[in-house]
């Protein structure tokens, strides 16, 4: 099948485009045809080098987490996803061949029907960042009404999403981001944006109950001053705890609490959260699509700093 995969690590051009072997479906997995795969920011982290090695496995590495296509193989006939079913997920890179390729094999508990008011272009864009918005917003955040929750890197592709997961449910959010997303972040639910060019997030945010850090302390010290804006026992939830090896000492000794996150794929979320798109109440925001052929600008674009929302790539028509 064709793919875009790499064969060592390094800048966004070592993404090529080659023939790899098609995955073979086995036991519970699902065969899938992609007709999109989004891009993160860990597809990025993996292709740059930036994880351990032994993660990518062996090279030729095809990388991509998100998906969106149609089933191509079910696990047995009575199955409830059988082929011609739209589906969307997460596939198990980069320990396995991963979505930028046109097919997929995954296990069906990592797979949700697609939403059928999303394109696959769109649904493409959701599953990673929907289910770790999800976790960080919901499940071990647990936003409510009458809290006041600060999403750092609120128009990033988790960021834009936990903005609206917390506002839906009644939270009163605080979002950072720069000045040209200020409109944009209010529409989404935040009832205040804070631009991070012009202005320090502990000047202006106060008593708040929960600190979702998409940025983490490399970029100056986000998640380090985010515990003066908590609230005495207020709760921050990082996604790089891993550049605060100190960060439960700190939080202890402010008198808050942190935790790291990490996403898990998880179909049963994702089904949860597929009502939520399909009824309009959320909105995955696609910022720009690329050939499969073009992954490597994908990730440039996404290096940049400058996307709003996902960057998705087509792989092909359907």
């Known amino acids: 099948m064709r793919a875009a995969a790499i064969e060592s690590t390094g800048t966004a051009d070592v993404l090529q485009i080659m023939d790899v072997d098609t995955p073979l479906r086995i036991d519970s997995e699902v065969l899938v045809k992609v007709v999109a795969a989004g891009v993160s920011p860990l597809d990025v982290l993996a292709r740059a080098g930036r994880l351990p090695a032994s993660v990518l496995g062996r090279f030729p590495a095809v990388l991509g987490y998100d998906f969106s296509g149609f089933v191509v193989e079910a696990p047995y006939g009575a199955h409830p996803l059988q082929p011609g079913d739209e589906v969307y997920g997460v596939a198990p890179t980069p320990r396995g061949l991963g979505s930028y390729a046109e097919y997929v094999s995954v296990p069906s508990t990592h797979l949700a029907r697609k939403p059928t008011r999303l394109s696959h272009v769109e649904a493409a864009a959701a599953p990673l960042a929907a289910l770790a918005a999800w976790g960080m917003v919901i499940d071990v955040g647990k936003a409510h009404e009458g809290q006041i929750v600060l999403v750092h890197a609120g128009a990033g592709g988790v960021g834009h999403l936990a903005v609206q997961f ?31 060019e012009s202005s320090r997030f502990e000047d202006l945010a106060v008593d708040v109950d929960l600190v979702i850090d998409l940025v983490g302390n490399a970029r100056e010290e986000t998640s380090r001053r985010s515990l ?27 008198r808050v ?36 052929a073009d992954a490597a600008r994908a990730h440039a674009a996404l290096e940049s700093g400058h996307t709003r929302g996902k960057v998705v790539l087509k792989v092909c028509d359907g």
Do not use: C, K
């Not at 003066?228 to 000794?253: F, K, Y």
């Open 166 to 196: 917390a506002a839906h449910f009644g939270a009163h959010v605080i979002a950072t981001g720069s000045a040209r997303n200020a409109s944009w972040l209010r529409e989404l639910g935040a009832m205040e944006v804070i631009d991070y």
């Open 228 to 254: 003066s804006v908590l609230r005495h026992g207020g709760l921050l939830v990082t996604a790089r705890a891993d550049e605060w090896p100190t960060m439960a000492e700190e939080a202890a000794a402010a």
């Open 257 to 292: 609490r942190a935790t790291g996150f990490a996403v898990a794929p998880d179909g049963q979320t994702l089904g949860m959260i597929s009502r939520l798109l399909e009824s309009g109440d959320v909105h995955v925001y696609v910022d720009q699509v690329f050939d499969l």
